[in-house]
């Protein structure tokens, strides 16, 4: 199944920098799960998804302060605070507890549900799906069903819990960061978001009782810095600058091309191990996603 096909379609009118942005959140981000769990050997999750956000949002916006934007004012701080909590401290933060217990590849493949999840809430905003909507929306809760019946899931329930808080905490920071909680203008506002999660993830850390080793790996330092400049300043702002230049189906559709890179990585590189009842699953999650996009398309 050629996975780049409809997006491509969908994004044919797209001028060139929402063609970079939809590269960086396909292809960039597909490779960011696997430098987690690589990163997981030595930095816990918490620490090291909030030390990520807090440097890349201090490198961003001391940018964007030199180059002579304001500021966020008070009412963005506050919205930048609630939707870096839910898409940074719930999202990411859930997403690496996950990965200590379930393979990345496995972790993405649970994600990939999550332009279904913002279908779902956006029903809350008199948005109903369409009959091929509401069909990908129903593929794709058979697909999840099917994954938590698998040997990865099965084998971690705190894995499941961890990344199902992670998948609805997402959903609903990008829903509200386009409907009701927007950020400061341009990338300003992406900056004030990565602080604000980047704190309260510290905070969690913290709180957790999250200790560093005394020697940490290269490889581990290596991957983290892999996420500081490609998972967050490059990847994560073009995720930002589609919700708020395109549609959320586009801007999400990196959720069903990060799957199979990911799958693929955690496979070959990492000696991840995915049952075929795992692949078939991921599969149908998959199918759903693409039944979804259609469905917008043709809305």
Known sequence: MNTTTLPLKNAAGLGPKLMLCLAATWLVWGSTYLAIKI??????????????????????AAWMRWRGAP?????????????????????MGGTATAEQT??????VAFIAVMPLMIAGLNLFWGEKPTRLESLGIAFGLVGVLLLTQGQGFGASPAGLVAISVACASWAVGSVLSQRSLPLAPGAMGFASEMLAGGALLMGLSLVSGETLPSSIEPRALWAWAYLVVFGSLVAFNAYMVLLAEASAGLASS??????????????????????????????????????????????
Do not use: D, K
């Open 102 to 107: 379930v393979g990345s590849g496995l972790v």
């Open 39 to 60: 990163a997981l050997v030595s930095l816990p999750p918490f620490f090291q998804m909030g030390s990520r956000f807090l440097v890349a949002g201090v490198l961003l």
């Open 254 to 299: 990196y959720s069903f091309v990060n799957p199979v890179i990911a799958m693929l990585l955690g496979v070959t590189l990492a000696g991840e191990h995915i049952s075929g009842h795992e692949w078939l699953a991921a599969g149908v999650v998959l199918v759903g996603v693409v039944l979804l996009l259609m469905g917008r398309a043709r809305r």
């Open 71 to 91: 500021w966020p004012s008070r009412r963005q701080w506050l919205h930048a605070v609630a939707v870096g909590g839910l898409m940074l401290g719930g999202g």
